[in-house]
């Protein structure tokens, strides 16, 4: 029989599977303590368990799912890291070093279906959805191995994390359990293209998770020319959607929008952008496209139009803010994560 990861389960579940084989379920917290709160790599270091069930561990689980294969330092020390995982398949998850605060950038799949045509992710083939381990080992990597407090997380790696709802949705739940990792949700942000349908249950959720959308266009031609999930997820549609999780759960939503010279960087962007930030209550984050090498037509609009774009945005009242570029040189920002191998 093949053997199961163990982070793929919540505290209830793993009680459960143990019960089923007569293992008293208080052992499942131990487990939880040894995985969580002292980042063990090997059943037999969980010293309070018997010999026995240490076994019995080791013969039904797998207990680390990603393995480090390289790591990119940044100057400005954002730190790029490359994982391989249990089929070949490579991810990467980047550590963002800002003054006050650090963030942890993860991903939710290996490619990406979705195409958008400033991302490098979404210029690979989709392999597959990331495993509930798979995420939390990225977490747990950096916290233990590399001993880094993250301060937030947010879900902006390779993937369309709405797109592997399932699983990213449990990892959040072992995030947030006290046993587990205990991540406070607004640490915790989610990011997506715009999918309606999943942005619709999310709202049901309740979850104190932050909600961010790559909205990119107000526009919906221009949008649908940069992000083909827009033809089938119009503005419109997703408009509504919006309307309806800010409604439900009162969460100021983020718009990420990435500046692009020429395509979406106009003052009446800008307008048709403020328009539809105010009508949502939403935040604006700007964000300087990063060359990427998929696409060799897109640059970053310039500073001074990134500054006009900006103040154009807080003179019709959205809280705006704009993204430092990090990691550069090492091709570490968000969407130029391809989880290639490379020799470089
Ligand atoms: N699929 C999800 C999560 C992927 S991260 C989503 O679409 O939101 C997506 C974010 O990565 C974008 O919103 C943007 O913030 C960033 N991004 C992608 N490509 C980029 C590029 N070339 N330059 C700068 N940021 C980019």
Redesign the pocket.
């Known amino acids: 029989m093949e053997k199961l990861f163990i982070k793929n389960f919540s505290l209830l579940e793993l009680e459960k599977y143990l019960i089923n084989f007569n293992i008293p379920k208080f052992h499942a917290s131990q487990i939880f303590f040894w995985i969580y709160k002292k980042g063990v790599t090997n059943f037999f270091d969980m010293t309070n368990l018997s010999k026995e069930t240490r076994e019995f561990l080791d013969e039904k689980f797998v207990l680390n799912s990603i393995e480090k294969e390289e790591a990119k330092k940044a100057n400005d020390k954002t730190i790029k890291y490359l994982f391989k995982l249990f089929d070949g398949n490579f991810i990467e998850s980047v550590v963002i070093n800002q003054k006050h605060r650090k963030t942890l950038c993860i991903s939710s799949q290996v490619g990406?279906k979705y195409g958008?045509k400033?991302?490098a992710s979404g210029m690979m083939k989709f392999k597959r959805n990331l495993e509930v381990s798979e995420i939390i080992d990225q977490i747990l990597y950096v916290k233990f191995e590399e001993k880094i407090e993250i301060d937030n997380y947010v879900?902006?790696g390779m993937?369309?994390?709405f797109d592997n709802y399932e699983n990213v949705i449990s990892a959040i739940k072992i995030m947030n359990d006290k046993k587990a990792l205990g991540i406070a949700s607004r640490r915790i942000t989610v990011?997506?293209?715009g999918l309606v349908k999943q942005i619709e249950e999310f709202k049901n959720l309740d979850m104190q998770v932050n909600l961010?959308v790559?909205l990119h266009s107000a526009d919906q031609t221009i949008r649908k020319s940069l992000m083909p999930v827009a033809e089938k997820y119009t503005l419109t549609k997703l408009s509504r959607a919006l309307k309806n999780y800010f409604e439900k759960t009162n969460r100021i939503i983020t718009l990420?929008y990435?500046m692009i010279k020429g395509i979406n960087d106009s003052r009446n962007d800008a307008l048709s952008l403020a328009e539809f930030a105010a009508f949502h209550k939403a935040k604006v984050n700007l964000?300087p496209?990063?060359k990427?090498s998929s696409n060799k037509y897109f640059s970053a609009s310039t500073d001074e139009n990134i500054n006009r774009f900006f103040n154009i945005l807080v003179s019709k009242g959205i809280s705006t803010t704009v993204r430092n570029s990090k990691g550069k040189e090492i091709e570490a920002?968000?969407?130029?994560l391809a989880g290639m191998k490379t020799n470089n």
């Open positions: 990406c958008c400033f991302c879900f902006m993937g369309e994390p990011s997506t293209n961010a790559s990420e990435i964000i496209y990063s990427t920002a968000c969407g130029q």
